[in-house]
C-alpha cells in the first residue's frame, strides 16, 4: 500500500494522505491591509480540488512591520480574519486541511520602516540596518504571535505552522551569525531558543491543535548552525509543544546551496532520529516515487511540495498512478477518468 496516499494523524487531526503544500509568498495582496483576495482564493483552493492533504498558507504576518512586502498576508487584525475563513471553507469543501504559517520577516521585512531584529546587524550590504528589539519589545511580538494563532483559531484552520526559518525573526534569534546579544536573549543555545520557546508556548495557550514549525537547518555559513545543532532545539520545540518540524534550509545569509533532488531531506532524516519528533521533508521533492521512498524508509512523515504544486495543481493525481496509491476526485471531475 502507497505510504505517499495513506492517512496521517497528528494532534487530533487526520490528514487524508501525506501530500502536503509548502508555504509560498506570493506577494498578492494588492491593497497593502493583508487582507486575502480572489486570488489567494482561487490559488490556494485549486490544490485542495488537486487532493492535497494539507495546504499550508504564505508566510502571514503576526505584527504589520513583520511583513516581508506590502504584498504579504497579515493576521494581525480582526479584519483580516473572514478572508482567510473563506479560503479555510474552501479547502475543507474539498476534505483537504488547512494550514497556516505565522510570521515576522525580522531584518528582511522590506518597508518603508525600520526593520528590527535581535541585534543591529543587516541581512547585506543593499539592506537597512534593522532597529535592535528591546526586552519588552520581544514579549510585544511574543503576544503577537499568540494573538494571531487566536485569530487563526477564529478562521477555522486546522494546522498553525510558526515560521523559524529562512532568515526571518525567529530564525535570527537562533543563529548566533545574526543574534549577537548578550542578554537573556544571546549567547548560549539556551538563551537564543529562548524566543522561539515563548511563541511556541504562548500560541500553545490558545491552541490546541496541530502545531508546526518551520525551520532551516543549516545556514550554509561560517560560524552559522547545522543540523547538529538542530537536535537539542528540536528536543526543546518538543517538549514545548511541537508536534511535527518542517525541515527547509539557508536564507540567513546570501549564499547558494549545492542544491539537487532531495537535497534537504537528510536534514529531516537526522532530526527526526536524533529528536524523536515528527519531520515533514521538502526540497526538489518531484514525483510520486521520490516521494514514496522518503516514507517508506521512514526518513520523514509527511511530503512538503513547494514549485511542484506551482507547475501543477494536480500532482497528487500522476503520484497515486505511479505509486499505486488512491485519490478520490471532485465529483464534479469524475468523468475525466481520475
Known sequence: MS????????????????????????????????????????????????????????????????????????LWDDVQIPALKRIVDGVHYHKGAAGIQLAHAGRKAVL???????????????????????AAEIEEVVADFKKAAFRAKEAGFDVIEIHAAHGYLLHEFLSPISNLREDQYGGPAGNRYRVLGDVIKAVREVWDGPLFVRISATDYAHGGLTVDD???????????????????????????????P?????????????????????????????????????????????????????????????VRGEVTPPEQYSRGGW
Open 262 to 322: 532531495g537535497y534537504q531531506v537528510p536534514f529531516a532524516e537526522k532530526i527526526r532520529t536524533g529528536a524523536g519528533i515528527a519531520t515533514g521533508a521538502v526540497g526538489l521533492i518531484t514525483t510520486g516515487v521520490q516521494a514514496e521512498e522518503i516514507l517508506q524508509n521512514d526518513r520523514a512523515d509527511l511530503i512538503f511540495l513547494g514549485r511542484e504544486l506551482l507547475r501543477d495543481p494536480y500532482w497528487a493525481r500522476t503520484a497515486a498512478k505511479d
Open 3 to 74: 505510504k505517499l496516499f495513506s492517512t496521517y494523524k497528528t494532534k487530533g487531526l487526520t490528514l487524508k494522505n501525506r501530500v502536503a503544500m509548502s508555504p509560498m509568498c506570493m506577494y498578492s495582496v494588492e491593497t497593502d491591509d493583508g487582507v486575502a483576495n480572489d486570488f489567494h482564493f482561487a490559488h490556494y483552493v485549486s490544490r485542495a480540488a488537486g487532493q492535497v492533504g494539507l495546504i499550508i498558507l504564505e508566510a502571514t504576518a503576526v505584527q504589520a512591520v513583520g511583513r516581508i512586502s506590502h504584498g504579504d498576508l497579515g
Open 112 to 134: 518603508d520602516v525600520d526593520p528590527v531584529a535581535p541585534s543591529p546587524v543587516a541581512f547585506d550590504d543593499e539592506s537597512k540596518k534593522p532597529h535592535e528589539l528591546t
Open 230 to 260: 538542530y537536535i537539542p532545539f528540536a528536543k526543546w520545540m518538543k517538549a514545548d509543544g511541537a508536534d511535527l518540524l518542517d525541515v527547509s534550509s539557508g536564507a540567513l545569509v546570501n549564499t547558494v546551496p549545492k542544491v539537487y
